[in-house]
Protein backbone atom coordinates (compact mmCIF):
# COMPACT_ATOMS: atom_id res chain seq x y z
CA UNK A 1 0.00 0.00 0.00
CA UNK A 2 1.44 3.35 -1.38
CA UNK A 3 0.55 5.87 1.62
CA UNK A 4 4.14 8.31 1.40
CA UNK A 5 4.14 11.02 -1.30
CA UNK A 6 7.65 10.58 -1.45
CA UNK A 7 7.59 7.20 -3.14
CA UNK A 8 7.74 6.16 -6.34
CA UNK A 9 4.46 4.99 -8.02
CA UNK A 10 5.04 1.23 -9.48
CA UNK A 11 5.16 1.71 -13.04
CA UNK A 12 3.03 -1.60 -14.41
CA UNK A 13 4.86 -2.86 -17.68
CA UNK A 14 2.54 -2.22 -20.11
CA UNK A 15 1.53 1.05 -18.56
CA UNK A 16 3.79 2.90 -20.79
CA UNK A 17 2.37 1.70 -23.70
CA UNK A 18 -0.98 2.47 -22.93
CA UNK A 19 -2.83 5.09 -24.61
CA UNK A 20 -6.12 6.19 -23.36
CA UNK A 21 -8.83 8.38 -24.33
CA UNK A 22 -11.67 9.61 -21.28
CA UNK A 23 -15.45 10.30 -22.52
CA UNK A 24 -17.47 11.99 -20.33
CA UNK A 25 -20.84 13.67 -20.73
CA UNK A 26 -19.69 16.69 -18.77
CA UNK A 27 -16.25 17.40 -17.75
CA UNK A 28 -14.96 19.08 -15.41
CA UNK A 29 -17.58 19.11 -12.68
CA UNK A 30 -17.74 19.70 -9.33
CA UNK A 31 -19.32 16.21 -8.46
CA UNK A 32 -17.34 14.08 -10.79
CA UNK A 33 -13.78 14.73 -8.74
CA UNK A 34 -13.13 11.01 -8.52
CA UNK A 35 -13.00 10.86 -12.56
CA UNK A 36 -9.85 13.73 -12.27
CA UNK A 37 -8.34 11.21 -9.49
CA UNK A 38 -8.62 8.25 -11.89
CA UNK A 39 -7.36 9.69 -14.46
CA UNK A 40 -4.36 11.43 -12.76
CA UNK A 41 -3.67 8.05 -10.88
CA UNK A 42 -3.30 6.53 -14.67
CA UNK A 43 -1.40 9.17 -15.85
CA UNK A 44 0.99 8.61 -13.07
CA UNK A 45 1.43 5.17 -13.42
CA UNK A 46 2.44 6.02 -16.78
CA UNK A 47 -0.29 5.80 -19.01
CA UNK A 48 -1.17 8.38 -21.34
CA UNK A 49 -4.59 10.06 -21.38
CA UNK A 50 -6.91 12.24 -23.50
CA UNK A 51 -9.94 13.67 -22.06
CA UNK A 52 -12.64 14.43 -24.71
CA UNK A 53 -16.40 15.59 -23.46
CA UNK A 54 -19.58 16.78 -24.83
CA UNK A 55 -19.88 20.14 -22.38
CA UNK A 56 -17.99 21.82 -19.99
CA UNK A 57 -15.88 24.28 -21.11
CA UNK A 58 -17.91 26.77 -19.94
CA UNK A 59 -18.72 25.48 -16.80
CA UNK A 60 -17.76 27.75 -13.75
CA UNK A 61 -15.73 25.39 -11.67
CA UNK A 62 -13.61 26.55 -8.40
CA UNK A 63 -11.28 23.95 -7.99
CA UNK A 64 -8.05 24.86 -9.29
CA UNK A 65 -7.49 21.64 -10.39
CA UNK A 66 -10.42 20.93 -12.40
CA UNK A 67 -9.49 24.18 -14.09
CA UNK A 68 -6.41 22.66 -15.19
CA UNK A 69 -8.78 19.52 -16.62
CA UNK A 70 -10.96 22.34 -18.05
CA UNK A 71 -7.76 23.49 -20.06
CA UNK A 72 -6.70 19.47 -21.53
CA UNK A 73 -10.43 17.96 -22.57
CA UNK A 74 -11.41 18.41 -26.61
CA UNK A 75 -15.18 19.29 -26.28
CA UNK A 76 -17.55 18.24 -29.26
CA UNK A 77 -20.30 20.57 -28.91
CA UNK A 78 -17.59 23.57 -28.45
CA UNK A 79 -17.49 25.10 -31.95
CA UNK A 80 -21.70 24.18 -32.68
CA UNK A 81 -23.13 21.94 -35.46
CA UNK A 82 -21.12 22.99 -38.48
CA UNK A 83 -17.83 21.39 -37.78
CA UNK A 84 -20.12 17.87 -36.30
CA UNK A 85 -21.84 17.40 -39.78
CA UNK A 86 -18.71 18.03 -42.07
CA UNK A 87 -17.08 15.61 -40.31
CA UNK A 88 -20.36 13.19 -39.97
CA UNK A 89 -20.24 13.45 -44.10
CA UNK A 90 -16.40 12.96 -44.36
CA UNK A 91 -16.76 9.59 -42.13
CA UNK A 92 -19.93 8.84 -44.27
CA UNK A 93 -17.90 8.84 -47.65
CA UNK A 94 -14.63 7.68 -45.95
CA UNK A 95 -16.45 4.03 -44.92
CA UNK A 96 -19.82 3.85 -46.40
CA UNK A 97 -20.35 0.33 -44.98
CA UNK A 98 -19.58 1.39 -41.44
CA UNK A 99 -21.22 4.00 -41.04
CA UNK A 100 -24.27 2.87 -42.53
CA UNK A 101 -23.81 -0.44 -39.61
CA UNK A 102 -23.74 2.14 -37.19
CA UNK A 103 -26.43 4.26 -38.74
CA UNK A 104 -28.69 1.25 -38.41
CA UNK A 105 -27.45 0.46 -34.47
CA UNK A 106 -28.24 4.23 -33.32
CA UNK A 107 -31.55 4.07 -34.98
CA UNK A 108 -32.09 0.55 -33.20
CA UNK A 109 -30.44 2.18 -29.79
CA UNK A 110 -33.77 4.48 -29.96
CA UNK A 111 -36.07 1.83 -29.69
CA UNK A 112 -37.53 2.07 -25.82
CA UNK A 113 -34.66 4.72 -25.55
CA UNK A 114 -35.90 7.89 -23.16
CA UNK A 115 -34.72 10.23 -25.87
CA UNK A 116 -36.49 9.91 -29.37
CA UNK A 117 -34.63 8.70 -32.82
CA UNK A 118 -33.24 12.56 -33.48
CA UNK A 119 -31.10 12.10 -30.11
CA UNK A 120 -29.07 8.90 -31.22
CA UNK A 121 -28.70 10.38 -34.90
CA UNK A 122 -27.05 13.09 -33.03
CA UNK A 123 -24.70 10.84 -31.00
CA UNK A 124 -23.78 9.40 -34.05
CA UNK A 125 -22.32 12.50 -35.22
CA UNK A 126 -20.54 13.01 -31.90
CA UNK A 127 -19.11 9.44 -32.60
CA UNK A 128 -17.91 10.79 -35.78
CA UNK A 129 -15.97 13.67 -34.31
CA UNK A 130 -14.56 10.98 -31.61
CA UNK A 131 -13.42 8.91 -34.07
CA UNK A 132 -11.63 11.78 -35.90
CA UNK A 133 -9.85 12.83 -33.40
CA UNK A 134 -8.61 8.87 -31.90
CA UNK A 135 -7.52 8.58 -35.36
CA UNK A 136 -5.18 11.51 -35.08
CA UNK A 137 -4.05 10.75 -31.17
CA UNK A 138 -4.05 6.86 -31.63
CA UNK A 139 -5.26 6.23 -28.25
CA UNK A 140 -5.94 2.62 -28.40
CA UNK A 141 -8.97 2.21 -26.06
CA UNK A 142 -12.01 4.56 -24.62
CA UNK A 143 -13.29 4.55 -21.56
CA UNK A 144 -16.61 6.28 -20.48
CA UNK A 145 -17.97 7.08 -16.87
CA UNK A 146 -21.90 6.33 -16.76
CA UNK A 147 -24.04 3.96 -18.98
CA UNK A 148 -26.13 6.54 -20.23
CA UNK A 149 -25.49 8.40 -24.02
CA UNK A 150 -21.28 8.59 -22.95
CA UNK A 151 -21.49 4.88 -22.90
CA UNK A 152 -23.63 4.77 -26.54
CA UNK A 153 -21.42 6.95 -28.19
CA UNK A 154 -18.22 5.26 -27.40
CA UNK A 155 -20.22 1.97 -28.83
CA UNK A 156 -20.77 3.99 -31.67
CA UNK A 157 -17.06 4.92 -32.46
CA UNK A 158 -16.34 1.18 -32.17
CA UNK A 159 -18.66 0.44 -34.62
CA UNK A 160 -17.42 2.53 -36.80
CA UNK A 161 -14.07 1.35 -36.47
CA UNK A 162 -12.48 2.94 -33.41
CA UNK A 163 -10.52 1.08 -30.42
CA UNK A 164 -11.99 -1.35 -28.21
CA UNK A 165 -14.32 0.58 -25.87
CA UNK A 166 -15.49 0.40 -21.59
CA UNK A 167 -17.15 2.23 -19.05
CA UNK A 168 -18.02 2.59 -15.40
CA UNK A 169 -21.59 1.68 -14.15
CA UNK A 170 -22.37 4.03 -11.04
CA UNK A 171 -26.30 4.10 -10.60
CA UNK A 172 -28.60 4.72 -9.05
CA UNK A 173 -29.98 6.90 -11.99
CA UNK A 174 -28.65 4.13 -14.91
CA UNK A 175 -30.91 1.56 -12.47
CA UNK A 176 -34.01 3.76 -12.71
CA UNK A 177 -34.03 3.26 -16.61
CA UNK A 178 -31.68 0.19 -17.38
CA UNK A 179 -34.18 -0.92 -19.95
CA UNK A 180 -33.88 2.63 -21.94
CA UNK A 181 -30.66 2.80 -22.33
CA UNK A 182 -30.04 -0.03 -24.27
CA UNK A 183 -27.50 -1.87 -21.59
CA UNK A 184 -27.36 -5.12 -23.48
CA UNK A 185 -25.64 -3.65 -26.73
CA UNK A 186 -23.59 -1.57 -24.45
CA UNK A 187 -22.00 -4.59 -23.20
CA UNK A 188 -21.74 -6.82 -26.12
CA UNK A 189 -19.48 -4.37 -28.05
CA UNK A 190 -17.38 -3.16 -24.91
CA UNK A 191 -14.34 -5.25 -23.31
CA UNK A 192 -15.18 -4.62 -19.73
CA UNK A 193 -17.39 -2.54 -17.40
CA UNK A 194 -16.05 -1.18 -14.41
CA UNK A 195 -19.00 -1.48 -11.16
CA UNK A 196 -18.29 0.35 -8.75
CA UNK A 197 -19.42 -1.90 -5.95
CA UNK A 198 -20.21 -5.48 -5.80
CA UNK A 199 -23.94 -4.01 -5.68
CA UNK A 200 -24.02 -2.03 -8.90
CA UNK A 201 -21.69 -5.87 -10.35
CA UNK A 202 -25.05 -7.57 -8.44
CA UNK A 203 -27.73 -5.61 -10.75
CA UNK A 204 -25.53 -5.70 -13.57
CA UNK A 205 -25.88 -9.49 -13.40
CA UNK A 206 -29.80 -9.13 -13.20
CA UNK A 207 -30.29 -7.37 -16.56
CA UNK A 208 -27.46 -9.69 -18.70
CA UNK A 209 -26.80 -12.78 -20.39
CA UNK A 210 -24.59 -15.35 -17.80
CA UNK A 211 -22.34 -15.09 -20.67
CA UNK A 212 -21.68 -11.46 -20.58
CA UNK A 213 -21.13 -11.74 -16.71
CA UNK A 214 -17.37 -12.04 -16.82
CA UNK A 215 -17.47 -8.57 -18.24
CA UNK A 216 -18.68 -7.12 -15.52
CA UNK A 217 -15.42 -6.30 -13.13
CA UNK A 218 -15.48 -4.25 -9.94
CA UNK A 219 -13.52 -1.33 -9.77
CA UNK A 220 -13.88 1.09 -6.80
CA UNK A 221 -13.70 4.60 -7.31
CA UNK A 222 -10.46 6.05 -5.44
CA UNK A 223 -8.89 8.77 -3.52
CA UNK A 224 -5.83 10.09 -3.56
CA UNK A 225 -2.93 9.83 -1.08
CA UNK A 226 -3.64 13.74 -0.06
CA UNK A 227 -6.69 12.24 2.09
CA UNK A 228 -5.02 9.80 3.96
CA UNK A 229 -2.24 11.82 4.58
CA UNK A 230 -4.07 14.01 7.50
CA UNK A 231 -2.28 15.36 10.33
CA UNK A 232 -2.12 12.84 13.34
CA UNK A 233 -3.24 15.57 15.69
CA UNK A 234 -6.76 15.85 13.88
CA UNK A 235 -9.44 14.78 16.33
CA UNK A 236 -13.38 15.27 16.07
CA UNK A 237 -13.97 18.37 17.67
CA UNK A 238 -16.11 18.75 21.03
CA UNK A 239 -18.29 21.12 19.11
CA UNK A 240 -21.22 19.60 18.36
CA UNK A 241 -21.63 19.47 14.48
CA UNK A 242 -22.47 17.32 11.68
CA UNK A 243 -22.10 18.14 7.77
CA UNK A 244 -23.89 16.37 4.92
CA UNK A 245 -21.94 16.63 1.55
CA UNK A 246 -24.08 16.44 -1.61
CA UNK A 247 -26.21 18.01 -4.40
CA UNK A 248 -29.61 19.45 -2.72
CA UNK A 249 -31.83 16.75 -4.58
CA UNK A 250 -34.66 14.15 -3.77
CA UNK A 251 -32.38 10.94 -3.36
CA UNK A 252 -29.54 12.97 -1.13
CA UNK A 253 -32.72 12.89 1.84
CA UNK A 254 -31.94 16.43 3.34
CA UNK A 255 -35.12 16.66 3.93
CA UNK A 256 -35.89 13.57 6.33
CA UNK A 257 -32.33 14.93 7.72
CA UNK A 258 -33.97 18.19 8.71
CA UNK A 259 -36.77 16.39 10.19
CA UNK A 260 -34.36 14.25 12.22
CA UNK A 261 -32.30 17.16 13.44
CA UNK A 262 -35.70 18.68 14.18
CA UNK A 263 -35.89 15.79 16.65
CA UNK A 264 -33.23 16.54 17.95
CA UNK A 265 -33.44 19.60 18.62
CA UNK A 266 -36.65 19.13 20.53
CA UNK A 267 -35.22 16.58 22.97
CA UNK A 268 -32.72 19.31 23.75
CA UNK A 269 -29.80 18.23 22.22
CA UNK A 270 -27.64 20.37 20.67
CA UNK A 271 -26.40 20.77 16.93
CA UNK A 272 -24.96 22.10 14.15
CA UNK A 273 -25.75 20.79 10.52
CA UNK A 274 -23.73 22.21 7.29
CA UNK A 275 -25.19 21.65 4.28
CA UNK A 276 -22.31 21.16 2.34
CA UNK A 277 -23.78 21.48 -1.59
CA UNK A 278 -26.27 22.92 -3.64
CA UNK A 279 -28.97 22.07 -6.21
CA UNK A 280 -32.33 21.75 -7.68
CA UNK A 281 -34.21 21.09 -4.10
CA UNK A 282 -32.62 24.28 -2.18
CA UNK A 283 -35.94 25.94 -2.58
CA UNK A 284 -37.80 23.07 -0.67
CA UNK A 285 -34.65 22.87 1.74
CA UNK A 286 -34.78 26.45 3.10
CA UNK A 287 -38.11 26.18 3.51
CA UNK A 288 -38.88 23.24 5.57
CA UNK A 289 -35.96 24.93 7.68
CA UNK A 290 -38.09 27.75 8.20
CA UNK A 291 -41.11 25.66 9.26
CA UNK A 292 -39.08 23.95 11.45
CA UNK A 293 -38.03 26.34 13.30
CA UNK A 294 -33.99 25.24 12.34
CA UNK A 295 -32.00 28.55 10.99
CA UNK A 296 -30.41 29.11 13.41
CA UNK A 297 -28.96 25.04 13.40
CA UNK A 298 -28.60 25.09 9.63
CA UNK A 299 -25.85 26.25 7.34
CA UNK A 300 -25.94 25.99 3.63
CA UNK A 301 -22.73 26.42 1.88
CA UNK A 302 -23.60 26.31 -1.68
CA UNK A 303 -21.16 24.72 -3.97
CA UNK A 304 -17.64 24.84 -2.22
CA UNK A 305 -14.03 23.21 -3.75
CA UNK A 306 -12.46 19.85 -2.66
CA UNK A 307 -10.45 21.40 -0.65
CA UNK A 308 -13.34 23.49 1.40
CA UNK A 309 -15.07 20.48 1.82
CA UNK A 310 -12.29 18.96 3.27
CA UNK A 311 -12.09 21.40 5.62
CA UNK A 312 -16.18 20.95 6.44
CA UNK A 313 -15.66 17.06 7.27
CA UNK A 314 -12.81 17.77 9.39
CA UNK A 315 -14.80 20.39 11.47
CA UNK A 316 -18.02 17.84 12.07
CA UNK A 317 -17.94 15.13 14.10
CA UNK A 318 -19.35 12.67 11.71
CA UNK A 319 -20.65 13.05 7.97
CA UNK A 320 -23.87 12.27 8.14
CA UNK A 321 -25.79 11.12 4.50
CA UNK A 322 -29.54 9.77 4.74
CA UNK A 323 -29.85 8.53 1.17
CA UNK A 324 -32.42 6.74 -0.06
CA UNK A 325 -30.83 5.55 -3.34
CA UNK A 326 -27.12 5.46 -4.09
CA UNK A 327 -23.99 3.91 -6.08
CA UNK A 328 -21.55 4.55 -3.38
CA UNK A 329 -21.20 8.16 -2.20
CA UNK A 330 -17.62 9.02 -2.76
CA UNK A 331 -17.91 11.89 0.03
CA UNK A 332 -18.40 8.77 2.66
CA UNK A 333 -15.04 7.30 1.44
CA UNK A 334 -13.68 10.94 1.79
CA UNK A 335 -15.13 11.34 5.58
CA UNK A 336 -13.33 7.94 6.39
CA UNK A 337 -10.09 9.24 4.68
CA UNK A 338 -10.12 11.88 7.19
CA UNK A 339 -11.28 9.91 9.87
CA UNK A 340 -14.87 10.96 10.60
CA UNK A 341 -17.55 8.09 11.34
CA UNK A 342 -20.12 8.54 9.01
CA UNK A 343 -24.18 8.16 9.61
CA UNK A 344 -26.03 6.64 6.47
CA UNK A 345 -28.10 3.86 5.54
CA UNK A 346 -28.97 0.49 4.68
CA UNK A 347 -28.60 1.14 0.69
CA UNK A 348 -26.82 -0.35 -2.68
CA UNK A 349 -22.84 -0.02 -2.15
CA UNK A 350 -22.87 1.62 1.45
CA UNK A 351 -22.83 -1.19 3.80
CA UNK A 352 -19.94 -2.88 1.79
CA UNK A 353 -17.59 0.46 3.05
CA UNK A 354 -19.26 1.60 6.53
CA UNK A 355 -19.73 -1.01 9.29
CA UNK A 356 -22.26 -0.04 11.91
CA UNK A 357 -20.92 0.27 15.50
CA UNK A 358 -17.69 0.06 13.82
CA UNK A 359 -16.64 3.12 11.59
CA UNK A 360 -20.14 4.84 11.78
CA UNK A 361 -24.27 4.40 12.09
CA UNK A 362 -26.15 2.70 9.77
CA UNK A 363 -30.03 3.32 9.91
CA UNK A 364 -33.00 2.53 7.47
CA UNK A 365 -33.48 4.83 4.94
CA UNK A 366 -36.41 7.19 5.53
CA UNK A 367 -36.61 6.13 8.83
CA UNK A 368 -36.64 9.64 10.60
CA UNK A 369 -36.89 8.35 14.32
CA UNK A 370 -33.62 5.92 13.83
CA UNK A 371 -31.64 8.78 12.09
CA UNK A 372 -32.51 10.94 15.06
CA UNK A 373 -31.23 8.42 17.10
CA UNK A 374 -27.85 8.04 15.17
CA UNK A 375 -26.95 11.74 15.72
CA UNK A 376 -28.13 11.56 19.15
CA UNK A 377 -25.21 9.18 19.59
CA UNK A 378 -22.60 10.22 17.62
CA UNK A 379 -23.32 13.72 19.05
CA UNK A 380 -23.18 12.61 23.07
CA UNK A 381 -20.67 10.13 22.23
CA UNK A 382 -17.05 10.47 24.25
CA UNK A 383 -14.55 11.62 21.85
CA UNK A 384 -12.26 8.70 22.49
CA UNK A 385 -14.77 6.50 21.10
CA UNK A 386 -15.38 9.06 18.13
CA UNK A 387 -11.29 8.95 17.64
CA UNK A 388 -11.43 5.63 17.80
CA UNK A 389 -14.16 4.79 15.40
CA UNK A 390 -12.21 7.36 12.73
CA UNK A 391 -9.62 5.41 13.17
CA UNK A 392 -11.35 2.15 11.93
CA UNK A 393 -12.79 4.47 9.22
CA UNK A 394 -9.38 5.51 7.76
CA UNK A 395 -8.23 2.51 7.62
CA UNK A 396 -11.14 0.24 6.25
CA UNK A 397 -10.98 3.19 3.19
CA UNK A 398 -7.77 2.66 2.18
CA UNK A 399 -7.88 -1.04 1.92
CA UNK A 400 -10.52 -0.75 -0.41
CA UNK A 401 -9.89 2.72 -1.89
CA UNK A 402 -6.68 3.69 -3.20
CA UNK A 403 -6.83 5.24 -6.03
CA UNK A 404 -3.09 3.79 -7.13
CA UNK A 405 -4.65 0.27 -6.54
CA UNK A 406 -7.45 0.95 -9.07
CA UNK A 407 -5.69 2.82 -11.48
CA UNK A 408 -3.22 -0.38 -10.92
CA UNK A 409 -6.73 -2.39 -11.80
CA UNK A 410 -8.04 -0.56 -14.48
CA UNK A 411 -4.22 -0.42 -16.48
CA UNK A 412 -4.72 -4.41 -16.49
CA UNK A 413 -8.53 -4.23 -17.84
CA UNK A 414 -7.40 -2.02 -20.64
CA UNK A 415 -4.39 -3.95 -21.63
CA UNK A 416 -4.32 -6.76 -24.02
CA UNK A 417 -4.72 -9.45 -21.10
CA UNK A 418 -7.68 -11.60 -21.40
CA UNK A 419 -10.87 -10.86 -19.36
CA UNK A 420 -10.68 -13.70 -16.31
CA UNK A 421 -13.42 -15.97 -15.47
CA UNK A 422 -16.04 -14.15 -12.69
CA UNK A 423 -16.11 -17.18 -10.61
CA UNK A 424 -12.46 -17.81 -10.48
CA UNK A 425 -12.08 -13.67 -9.51
CA UNK A 426 -14.76 -14.86 -6.71
CA UNK A 427 -13.03 -17.73 -5.49
CA UNK A 428 -9.39 -15.62 -5.16
Known amino acids: MNTSKDET???????????????????????????????????????????????????????????????????????????????????????????????KAA??????????????????????????????????????????????????????????????????????????????????HAKFVAAISSYTQSQMFRFLDLTEWPKIKPVHCGLDRDFYQIPQSSPPPERQRLVCVGRLCEQKAQIILLE?????????????????????????????????????????????????????????RALVLPSFQEGLPVVIMEAMALKRPVISTYIAGIPELVQDGKTGWLVPAGNVNKLAAAMKACLSAPLDELTQMGKNAHTRVIQRHDIDKEASRLIQLFGPSPIKNVIEEWKS
Open 107 to 188: VGMSWRSERSLPYHLIYLAHACQILSWVKTSRATHIHAHFATNSAEITMLVRLLGGPQYSFTMHGPEEFDKIHNIGIQKKVR
Open 260 to 316: ALSLVVKSGGKCELVLAGDGEMRPQVEERINALGLKSHVRITGWISSEQVRSEISAA
Open 9 to 103: LPILSNAEKLHIAYFINQYPKVSHSFIRREIRALEQQGVKVDRYALRGWDAEVVDKEDIQEQEQTQYVLKNGLFPLAKITLVTLFSRPGKFFQTL
